[in-house]
């Protein structure tokens, strides 16, 4: 194991929590996906989704196969959909083999699914991916009704629901969403008319189950909201969510510099008069943003500070003038709590122009993660 001064800490206390406000947002009527893909967002894969498991969630939704075999690997036992879609036979033997939900879109990998329930026979349960405004997988939904019916022709294939994505539900203005869901509710009238009872159907993302009721539909798909992320980082949230990642490092040296001194590659910041200055134990090799350069803040000593000069690969320069209490060896956290105040995912993205999303996902993936 490689020994390094920067932790990352994953509170799983701040996870339940999280889900349960969830839960209290859509009640008992709508079921809940549980978003892990990419690792859980940085979080680590199978430890969220046996956690998740643990407080009752309906099903977790990965991105490819190879992450539900980790799953299924490590014993989560509830329904996991494949949101990306398969594409191979070896796919679909996977799929059968541990009972997995593909989102299909596509005829081939529907066809080929197929095939094997019939030769082994047995019936494999299905999405399938509408294209109600968003631009990327699925079946306009304008053309919806020849597609279902192809998937029914294949035999053995039981679809559970229809899927779409939001595009914009994290903005003020509600009027494309408003446009999805009328799609998508022609969508689902389209394929009730064919005969599918489709009990699964799923709309809403984070953004969706907090602001906009309309799009929750039979089951939600919650995931950065768990995470204690926001959608956006200036999305106003009715939840009080709780943040979940924690990096901690070191205050590596005090240096005090006098008036002019450049700091860092490309000399962007110059001190403006006598200033005291703590470096620090990560950089960008550590998943924080180089973005941050100048522009973010970290907590020392439970108060923030700014950063000045240009992230490094390992070590980021803060400006301490005037505090006499900072040492060398002193924690200092880049993302989470410390004596009272926060640094969130969705500050750091605001300061790099970035989403809470990139945060996590670099951040956590970087790092030996702790659990508490």
């Not at 279902?148 to 035999?155: R, T, V, W």
């Not at 994290?170 to 599918?196: K, M, N, P, W």
């Not at 002019?260 to 090799?285: C, H, I, M, N």
């Amino acid at each position: 194991m490689i020994v390094s001064p920067n932790s990352v800490v994953i509170d799983l206390s701040a996870l339940v929590s999280n889900f349960r406000q969830t839960r209290n947002l859509v009640g008992r009527d709508a079921r809940i996906m549980g978003v892990v893909k990419a690792d859980a967002y940085g979080h680590g894969l199978l430890k969220v989704g046996k956690v998740l498991e643990k407080q009752g969630i309906d099903c977790l939704g990965v991105a490819y196969t190879g992450e539900a075999l980790v799953l299924r690997e490590g014993g989560i036992r509830i329904p996991i959909v494949i949101l990306c879609g398969i594409r191979t036979r070896e796919e679909c033997l996977q799929v059968l083999e541990k009972r997995l939900t593909p989102v299909l879109f596509d005829l081939s990998a529907a066809e080929i699914l197929s095939q094997e329930c019939r030769r082994q026979g047995i019936t494999a349960r299905v999405h399938v991916k509408v294209d109600t405004g968003m631009g990327r997988l699925g079946i306009d939904a304008a053309h919806i009704g020849p597609f279902l019916q192809k998937i029914i022709s294949f035999k053995r294939l039981e679809i559970e629901g229809l899927a779409t994505h939001l595009a914009t539900a994290d903005e003020s203005d509600a009027r494309f969403t408003e446009e999805q869901v009328a799609r998508f509710e022609a969508a689902i009238a389209a394929g009730r008319s064919l005969g599918l009872d489709l009990p699964l159907n799923n709309m809403a993302n984070s953004a969706g189950v907090m602001c906009h009721r309309k799009t929750r539909f039979n089951m939600v798909r919650p995931g950065i909201m768990l995470y204690g992320g926001k959608p956006s980082p200036r999305f106003v949230s009715p939840a009080s969510l709780a943040p979940v990642m924690h990096l901690r490092g070191q205050v590596l040296q005090i240096k005090d510099l006098v008036h002019e001194t450049p700091v860092g590659y490309g000399r962007t910041y110059y001190t403006k008069g006598p200033q005291r200055v703590a470096v620090l134990s990560a950089g960008y090799a550590d998943g924080l943003p180089r973005a941050l350069s100048n522009r973010g803040k970290v907590l020392v000593g439970g108060e923030k500070a700014d950063i000045v000069g240009s992230v490094c690969m390992n070590l980021t320069v803060c400006d301490i003038t005037g505090r006499e209490d900072v040492r060398p060896g002193d924690e200092v956290v880049f993302l989470g709590s410390q004596g009272g105040k926060t640094i969130t995912g969705d500050d750091m993205a605001e300061w790099a122009g970035a989403i809470s999303y990139e945060i996590f996902c670099a951040i956590g993936r970087k790092h030996v993660r702790s659990y508490i």
